[in-house]
C-alpha cells in the first residue's frame, strides 16, 4: 500500500471515533465530507498551477482557466454546502450563510481534528503522488480542470444517499460506521482511478 492510500484510510477512519465517541449523527459526517470538497479544490488549484511548467503555452492556460476554475468550483460547492445545511442541519441553521453556519457547525461538533487528517492526507497525497511521482509532468489542465467534479458527484451521491437511508433508520451506530466505510471505499477508488490516469496520461 502506498504512503497516500495508506494516509486516505487512516484520515478517513477518523470520522468512527466521532460517531463512537462524541455523538456524531449524519450532519457532521456529511458537513466534514463537504469540507473535504473545499481542500480538494484548494489542491487542484496547487496542481493546475504546477501542471507542465516547462510548457510556455500552458501559462497562458493557467490565466484563464485557473479563475474560472476557482469561481466555477467555488459555486458548485457552495450550492452543495446549502443543500447539506438545509436537508442535514439543525433547524435554525441558515444554510445561505456558510460563512457563519459551517464554522458554528465545526465548532459544535468537534470536527476540526478530522478536517485537519483529511487536509493532511491531501497534502501527502499531492506531494507524493503529484510533486515527487511526476505527475505534474504528465498531467493536463483540461484534465485537471474536470478532475474533482467526476470524483466528488460520484463520491457524495453515495455519501448522501447513504446519508438519507441512515436518517430514515434513526442515525444507529452500525449505519453510520457502514456510511463511513462506503465513503472510504469510494474514496479508495476515486485515488487508485486517478493515479492510473495521470500515470498513462501524456501532455
Same mark, same amino acid.
Given at each position: ?24 449523527? @449524519? ?5 466534514? !465530507?463537504?469540507?473535504?470538497?473545499? @481542500?480538494?479544490?484548494? /489542491?487542484? @488549484? ?10 510556455? @503555452? ?9 479563475? /474560472? ?8 460547492? !457552495? ?27 465545526? *465548532? ?17 497525497? /499531492? ?21 474533482? !467534479? ?38 479508495? *477508488? ?14
Amino acid at each position: 500500500m502506498s504512503p497516500s492510500l495508506l494516509a486516505l484510510v487512516l484520515a478517513n477512519a477518523i470520522p468512527i471515533v466521532g460517531v463512537l465517541f462524541l455523538g456524531w449523527t @449524519v450532519f457532521p459526517l456529511l458537513l466534514l !465530507y463537504w469540507l473535504e470538497n473545499v @481542500v480538494v479544490g484548494g /489542491f487542484n @488549484v496547487a496542481k493546475m498551477l504546477l501542471a507542465q511548467p516547462s510548457e510556455p @503555452v500552458s501559462w497562458l492556460g493557467k490565466l484563464f482557466l485557473i479563475p /474560472f476554475f476557482i469561481v466555477h468550483f467555488g459555486g458548485f460547492t !457552495y450550492v452543495h454546502g446549502v443543500l447539506v445545511v438545509a436537508f442535514f442541519g439543525p433547524k435554525g441553521a441558515q444554510p445561505f450563510d456558510l460563512l457563519t453556519a459551517v464554522p458554528a457547525a465545526i *465548532r459544535a461538533n468537534h470536527l476540526g481534528w478530522g478536517l485537519l487528517s483529511l487536509t493532511a492526507s491531501h497534502g501527502l497525497s /499531492f506531494y507524493w503522488n503529484y510533486l515527487q511521482n511526476g505527475e505534474f509532468q504528465r498531467a493536463s489542465l483540461n484534465t485537471l480542470m474536470g478532475q474533482p !467534479y467526476g470524483r466528488i458527484v460520484v463520491l457524495h451521491l453515495t455519501v448522501l444517499f447513504g446519508g438519507w437511508i441512515v436518517i430514515l433508520l434513526g442515525s444507529p451506530v452500525p449505519a453510520l460506521i457502514i456510511l463511513i466505510a462506503f465513503k472510504t471505499a469510494a474514496d479508495w *477508488r476515486a485515488h487508485k482511478a486517478e493515479r492510473r490516469k495521470f500515470a498513462t496520461q501524456r501532455p
